[in-house]
Structures are given as C-alpha cells and as structure tokens.
T-cell receptor, first 112, second 113 residues
Framework: KNQVEQSPQSLIILEGKNCTLQ??????????LRWYKQDTGRGPVSLTI?????NTKSNGRYTATLDADTKQSSLHITASQLSDSASYIC???????????FGKGTRLHILP | DVKVTQSSRYLVKRTGEKVFLECVQD?????MFWYRQDPGLGLRLIYF???????EKGDIPEGYSVSREKKERFSLILESASTNQTSMYLC????????????FGPGTRLLVL
C-alpha cells in the first residue's frame, strides 16, 4: 500500500536553531516528492519538488534531500525564524495511477 | 502569481442543509481539486476535475458532488450536510496534471450543527 509517513508529528524549537523534518514513503513507482508549507488558517504552499535523480534542493533557508534507494526525504530548516511556525507536508507522486499521496504533516513551533 | 480564491473563510450550516462551496482560479489551469483536511488525517481528496464538465472521484467522494461549468470555477456541493462533514475544505488548481505543483486557496472552515 502506498503510504507517506512523517516524523515527528510536532516539534518545538527556539528561534535561530536548525531543525530537520523526516518523510518516509513506500510509494511505487515513484515520480516526484514535494514539500509544502501550510501556515495556520491558510492553504499549503509548495517549497520544493524533487525527482528521482535529485539528491538535494534548496529554497532559501529550506533544504530538501532525497534518498530514492531508502525512500526517505528530509527538510532541513536553517536559522529558524518565527515565520517558520507552520505545518510541513510531504507529498509523493505515484506514476502508475497518476496519484499523489499526502503525509499527515509535521507541526513546527518556533519559540522566541 | 496564481491566485485561488474560495467563496467563504467560515461557514456555519445546519444538518440537512444544502451547502455550496465555490472556488475560482485566475491562471487558466486545467485541473482543479477539492480536499478536506482534518486533524490527524491530513489532506484527503474528495473530487477533482481535469476539464470543464469533467470530474473524477477522489478518495472520499461520498456525500459530495461537484460542478465545473467554467474552466476557472469549481464548486463543491454537500447535498445534505451532516455533522461529520464539519471540516476545513481546501480547493487547489494545477496547470495540467495531478502530479504538478498544486496552488491552494485559503480554505473554508465549515461547521455543521
């Protein structure tokens, strides 16, 4: 069964610190993986997209990694800011049935 | 910039009422989607549409219907609202495929009493 598991469910860190969010998937055949950021009360916004051949992709202070062999991705946030407080959702695309599978998200709280 | 708007941010309805949620996108996208988002369950696809007057069931279509009469507009209809349809409803659009980046609206928080 195609699944996307994210960890941790929630995370609290101090402003200025770094953090890493995890996404493990069993989706096959794999097409691509996206990370979305969802601020409270708003819709998700795409941060990065990675295909099979890509290992790392950055978007400002956000860096996503992908290991297609172990079917794991991570989202690293550097020098966190209060505005990083949000839910981060991992979404994996499956190529055979043209479907996407959403993870349940990691809720990140940045404390001043 | 793609803009996806939803007709209401908050909505309160009574059990049995017919509810219309409307979504409009301004970037000529082919695909439009309706999701619901519940705590602990993440986003779940209700219906999507890949063209005008075309629709496909998602993972949880029961109790919902949709309408796409114009390319920019996609409506979600709750024929007879029930309390278990209390949720956050998110509309999204993408240029031409399910696997493309989706652009989301701000969401409608629906409470069914």
């Amino acid at each position: 069964k195609n699944q996307v598991e994210q960890s941790p469910q929630s995370l609290i860190i101090l402003e200025g610190k770094n953090c890493t969010l995890q996404c493990n998937y069993t989706v096959s055949p794999f097409s691509n993986l996206r990370w979305y950021k969802q601020d409270t009360g708003r819709g998700p916004v795409s941060l990065t997209i990675m295909t099979f051949s890509e290992n790392t992709k950055s978007n400002g202070r956000y860096t996503a990694t992908l290991d297609a062999d172990t079917k794991q991705s991570s989202l690293h946030i550097t020098a966190s800011q209060l505005s990083d407080s949000a839910s981060y959702i991992c979404v994996v695309s499956e190529d055979r049935d043209d479907k996407i599978i959403f993870g349940k998200g990691t809720r990140l709280h940045i404390l001043p | 910039d793609v803009k996806v708007t939803q007709s209401s941010r908050y909505l309160v309805k009574r059990t049995g009422e017919k509810v219309f949620l409307e979504c409009v996108q301004d970037m000529d996208h082919e695909n439009m989607f309706w999701y619901r988002q519940d705590p602990g369950l993440g986003l779940r696809l209700i219906y999507f549409s890949y063209d005008v007057k075309m629709k496909e069931k998602g993972d949880i279509p029961e109790g919902y219907s949709v309408s796409r009469e114009k390319k920019e507009r996609f409506s979600l209809i709750l024929e007879s609202a029930s309390t278990n349809q209390t949720s956050m409803y998110l509309c999204a659009s993408s240029l031409w495929g399910v696997q493309e980046t989706q652009y989301f609206g701000p969401g409608t928080r629906l409470l069914v009493l």
